[in-house]
């Protein structure tokens, strides 16, 4: 009978020993959900100046230098676009010549032609 008691004791303790482990989690997890509400409904305010000049430097200096590189390529472009316009120029100019010239061969193989073509010139 004492063997019984034992045994039923024991599974008391059990039983009782995870209610209580069960319900220590459960109240840690309460609090951690507090300490969570705590944080959320905190409101912050921050105190501390930050200098950002030296950022502000860096910016302009950034800046100049992509206005410089800027400019560069701007007179480069303008530097090649003429040169392009002046090509353009030239070849439109080589091509009316050539037109011509074209033109004048035609009118001289017509001219051998009809000179060929007549007996009496022969």
Known sequence: MIELIKKHISS?????????VIGSGFYAYGMFENRLV???TREYVITQEVDLEPVYNKIETAKDLFREKLSESNRVWN??????TDNIS?????IEVLKKEVELLKLKIEEIELENSNPLAR
């Open 90 to 94: 030239n070849n439109k100019t080589n």
């Open 79 to 84: 530097t090649d676009s003429a040169r392009i």
């Open 12 to 20: 008391l303790i059990a039983v009782i020993s995870s209610i209580g």
């Open 38 to 40: 705590q944080l959320e």
